[in-house]
Structures are given as structure tokens and as C-alpha cells.
């Protein structure tokens, strides 16, 4: 694993459009969600405890690091360094593996629909990972800074693998006590929600 600077500004944008060079790959049979993914337009930022900002901007569906922030991020993740690493960890070169997860799809994409869904949220979540190496990360719908959280989402780590998979059974979870929320129950679920927008 390499630096925080290397993960976000390198390691996230290359994955992100190797993906979309797949897609590409696939022809004819992909070309209807190729097109929406090439219509995905919006900005990504992360905000590091000790005030190191990262800001990533999706146009056309490519991927790039940027020198300024965009003043309406879809979502802005907020985590420390040492979380910065237990993310890279768990999820490899895409956070987004997060989001696809909840949708039960590892193969998830964002498309415009998603995200016009994902833009009327507004809150913010902590997911909390719990485990023999406890980690979290923040979830905030906005530009920072990040306010207060009001949510959290408590999961295990080997729940927590399981979702990134796209194989856990949310309701299944909450129901049993592997996946536990607490504060605002609105933020998650308008966000499940956004997430499982058909494409």
C-alpha cells in the first residue's frame, strides 16, 4: 500500500476507468450501459482528519484527480489515516465497492439516474467496522466541511466482507444483529434507495 495521496489521486481514478475500459471492451452488448456510464458527471471528495483533501471529478465517465474542489459533491468521505489504509484493505481501488454492496451488486456502476438520486440526500453516516482492527469512515451527502454525525451503521468484519461481495442479505443482517443503526435511520435508507435505482 502506498501513501493516502497515491490511493485517492492514483490507485481510485485507474480503477475507475479501467472499468470503464471493460466496458467498452464488451461492444455491442454493453453499449446501452456504456453510454450511461459516459454520462456520469460529478465530483468525489475525501477529507483526511489532519486537513489533507483529496478531489476527484468524473466527466464523461473518466476519472481524473483534481487541484481544486468542485463546490457540489455528490459525497464526501471522511476518515483518518489510519482508516485511509484499513479502507484500501478492505475494499482494494474502489470505495464506490461500498456502495455497490448495499445494492447487492459488485458490478455496480453510477449512472445519472443513481446519481440524481444520490444528490437529493442530505445527511451525513458513519459506517463502523467492528472487529479485532475496528475502523470507520464517514459518508457525508454534500461539500464539506463534514457537520456532526448523525448516523451509524455498525457491521463486522466479516459482514462487512460480505457486502463488499454483493452477498449479504441487509435485512437479514439488521434482523440477526451482524449489521446494527443507530441515530437518523433516514440517511442509510434514502441512500439504500438511491443505490438500488435501476440503472
Known amino acids: 500500500m502506498g501513501t493516502a495521496a497515491s490511493y485517492f489521486e492514483k490507485r481510485v481514478p485507474d480503477a475507475w476507468n479501467r472499468r470503464l475500459e471493460e466496458q467498452m471492451g464488451r461492444g455491442a452488448d454493453g453499449a446501452e450501459l456504456l453510454a450511461k456510464m459516459r454520462a456520469a458527471d460529478f465530483a468525489l471528495e475525501v477529507a483526511l482528519d489532519e486537513g489533507e483533501r483529496f478531489h476527484l471529478r468524473v466527466d464523461q465517465g473518466t476519472m481524473r484527480a483534481s487541484a481544486t474542489a468542485d463546490p457540489k459533491p455528490v459525497l464526501t468521505l471522511g476518515l483518518s489515516r489510519d482508516a485511509c489504509q484499513s479502507l484500501e ?63 451509524t451503521v455498525a457491521i463486522g468484519d466479516e459482514a462487512f466482507a460480505q457486502l463488499l461481495s454483493g452477498g449479504l442479505d441487509l435485512q437479514g443482517a439488521f434482523m440477526t444483529g451482524k449489521l446494527n443503526l443507530g441515530g437518523n435511520v433516514e440517511v442509510p435508507m434514502k441512500m439504500a434507495m438511491a443505490i438500488m435505482t435501476p440503472e
Open 89 to 151: 484493505q478492505s475494499v482494494g481501488a474502489s470505495p464506490m465497492s461500498l456502495l455497490g454492496g448495499v445494492a447487492g451488486n459488485p458490478d455496480f456502476v453510477l449512472t445519472p439516474a443513481r446519481l440524481d438520486a444520490l444528490r437529493t440526500i442530505e445527511g451525513t453516516m458513519r459506517i463502523e467496522v467492528t472487529g479485532p482492527a475496528p475502523w470507520g469512515v464517514v459518508l457525508h451527502f454534500g461539500a464539506p466541511p463534514i457537520p456532526e454525525v448523525t448516523t
